[in-house]
């Protein structure tokens, strides 16, 4: 064993749970993550709590370019799309001129993937409060894309988010079936909504890719590592 491998470094709010039990299960041979957290005032799904993640995210960039990272991604999705429409890659153009690591925000790998496998009209499916699901309507409307109706756990902390079973993620999306069939997409959002395991199956179902926050995340870092991803099991975008 040795350590000339390709290196994902992964930032996360520091209730994040799912990146790192996540990514790892459909890394390629060569590639993988070293991760680092963030400093939140509270676990209180807000958008002052994430915004304010934002604060710690240089220091927690300085850290992690001790591990020597080739990519760089800042792994929320609410955190870099609630700091106003087209901000969604301030954060990332931040850490790559401190560090001098190419960066990405989550929210940028989400739009990236969506065109990738060519939506327009998007089931969105989120753990967040009301509030949070409306300004990511907004958000993806802004980008070009509709979102004709969404469904929502409505968590109110991060702890509600994580005690959420994949398969409890996938059984919200097979209820919503009949309005998804109007749809060319389905998009899960939030980076510790555990659901990798379920896309393969909700993709045969439903007819139409499915786009998940963790999952358009690995997809965008090993995209920018060049590395190929047809023969990782995680949904037709890798395809």
């Known amino acids: 064993m040795n350590n000339d491998v390709k290196r994902i470094g992964v930032i996360a709010p520091p209730a994040n749970v799912a990146l790192e039990r996540e990514l790892p299960r459909y890394l390629p041979d ?23 993640m934002g604060d710690s995210a240089m220091r927690a960039a300085t850290d ?3 591990a020597r990272p080739d990519v760089v991604m800042y792994g929320c999705t609410s955190g870099s799309f609630l700091d106003g429409f087209g901000n969604e890659t301030k954060i990332a153009d931040r ?15 989400v739009l990236e993937a969506l065109r990738a496998v060519g939506a327009r009209r998007v089931f969105m499916v ?3 409060p009301e509030d949070m699901n409306e300004h990511e ?8 894309f509709e979102v004709p109706a969404y469904d929502s756990f409505r968590c109110a902390v991060s702890e509600q988010i994580r005690a959420i079973p994949s398969e409890d993620v996938a059984a919200l999306v097979l209820r919503n079936r009949d309005t998804i069939a109007g749809c060319d997409a389905v998009f899960i959002s939030c980076t510790n909504l555990l659901v990798l395991d379920q896309i393969e199956a909700l993709e045969e179902v439903l007819g139409v890719p499915v786009v998940t926050s963790n999952q358009a995340s690995l997809w965008a870092a090993l995209r920018r590592l060049q590395v190929p991803t047809s023969s990782i099991a995680c949904g037709r975008l890798f395809r």
């Open 30 to 52: 060569g590639v993988v993550t070293n991760h680092n957290r963030l400093s939140r005032p509270e676990a209180k799904l807000t958008k002052e709590s994430l915004l304010a």
């Open 64 to 66: 992690l370019a001790y």
């Open 95 to 109: 850490i790559t001129g401190l560090i001098g690591v190419p960066a990405f925000t989550t929210s940028t790998a």
């Open 126 to 128: 989120t753990p967040y």
């Open 137 to 144: 309507v907004k958000f993806l409307a802004h980008h070009g």
